[in-house]
């Protein structure tokens, strides 16, 4: 999914080539929208962040139980890519429509993780308790991480 995030970037940014411009350019925004802009990219930031720690928690806590964590710390990539061009507005609007590769990424982890949850839930909620990490724990970790994908989700819609 992380690659196809990136590639979908790529033919974003070759379908719709934004135009760099001068900042003096740039028309000046009222105070009420430069704050709304600010709450929305604090939001943001504070989503990112407790997405990037749960997956590291989910990540370290899979380790610590050899239970493997495959292609997981991939997401901290494209975590990073979301992060920059939202926080530079697409390399300062060379990536025009960089924002609808971000709502691709957060639901396709949104739903990658619920598939994750429910057959998490197939297998009992009281499994694994001998070992460190219980599947308890684990539901409750993909849990958070379904609700802060969807948090970002709705930032990036909030146009």
Known sequence: MTW???????????IYPGKAYPQDLQKTAGQRRL?????KDLLYALALFAATGMSV?????????????????????????????RFTRGFRA?????????????????????????????????????TKYPMSDEVTDVGVLIGTFAVL?????WR
């Open 4 to 14: 196809a995030y990136f590639l979908l970037t790529l033919v974003l940014y070759l």
């Open 35 to 39: 704050r709304l802009r600010l709450v």
């Open 57 to 85: 928690v989910e990540i370290a806590r899979l380790a610590l139980g050899h239970f493997g964590v495959g292609l997981l710390p991939f997401q901290w990539v494209a975590f990073a890519l979301a992060g920059i061009l």
């Open 94 to 130: 060379r990536f025009s429509h960089y924002w609808i590769a971000a709502v691709f990424l957060w639901i396709a982890l949104i739903v990658v993780n619920v598939v994750k949850i429910v057959e998490e839930l197939k297998e009992g909620i009281h499994t694994r308790k001998d």
């Open 153 to 157: 989700t709705l930032i990036e819609l």
